[in-house]
Nanobody, 123 residues
Framework: VQLQASGGGLVQAGGSLRLSCAASGRTFSTYVMGWFRQAPGKEREFVVGISASGGSTYYADSVKGRFTISRDNAKNTVYLQMNNLKPEDTAVYYC?????????????????WGQGTQVTVSS
């Protein structure tokens, strides 16, 4: 599966952005999807994941209550709504697909990755 992330940009603290990740292929609905991010000088970290059906979601503590993941299997797309953004959310955001049964917080569990989209939050 090929993934194409979009929707990043520059926003002031407290603002919102919506990221999208469009997937190719007819098996999108069988994949667990995740969003990861990597800030300059830091390791890539798990942000949120969603089960293949969309019925289960898991968030990093740092984004709980501010970010919402969703997916539309008919459109082969997963979304990340980011509200009340903070400067520490600044990073390149990557979407990823995993063939595992459960949502994993480990990037090694994800076989397919999008190219990343830059999110910059100014203070």
């Amino acid at each position: 599966v090929q993934l194409q992330a979009s929707g990043g940009g520059l926003v002031q603290a407290g603002g919102s952005l919506r990221l999208s990740c469009a997937a190719s292929g007819r098996t999108f609905s069988t994949y667990v999807m995740g969003w990861f991010r990597q800030a300059p000088g830091k390791e890539r970290e798990f942000v949120v994941g969603i089960s293949a059906s969309g019925g289960s979601t898991y968030y990093a503590d740092s984004v709980k209550g501010r970010f919402t993941i969703s997916r539309d299997n008919a459109k082969n797309t997963v979304y990340l709504q980011m509200n009340n953004l903070k400067p520490e959310d600044t990073a390149v955001y990557y979407c990823a697909a995993s063939g595992t049964r459960w949502v994993s917080r480990t990037d090694g569990s994800y076989a397919y990755w999008g190219q990343g989209t830059q999110v910059t939050v100014s203070s």
